[in-house]
């Protein structure tokens, strides 16, 4: 992977998890955990179909409506 292509998918999935963590009022830290558990990441990080060049909202949102049940596990925190 070219150095630039790293930098772009880095900025995303910070973008993601920043997402993720005011989407569910939870602590950066347990946002990433639901990010790195997800298959998104797996996709992103192998660029299947291009996915890691769409807007990160509609990834969150894909996340929620794909992997709910990675956010059970956040709700408490909420």
């Known amino acids: 992977m070219r150095k630039s292509q790293q930098n772009y998918r880095e900025r995303l999935e910070e973008r993601i998890i920043a997402r993720i963590a005011e989407q569910n009022k939870i602590p950066l830290e347990k946002a990433m955990d639901v990010y790195y558990h997800s298959r998104l990441a797996e996709k992103i990080y192998q660029g299947i179909n291009g996915i890691q060049y769409w807007d990160y909202k509609v ?13 059970a596990s956040v709700r408490s925190f909420a």
């Not at 990834?59 to 956010?71: G, Q, S, Y």
């Open 59 to 71: 990834l969150v949102d894909i996340l929620h409506d794909t992997e709910p049940a990675l956010f």
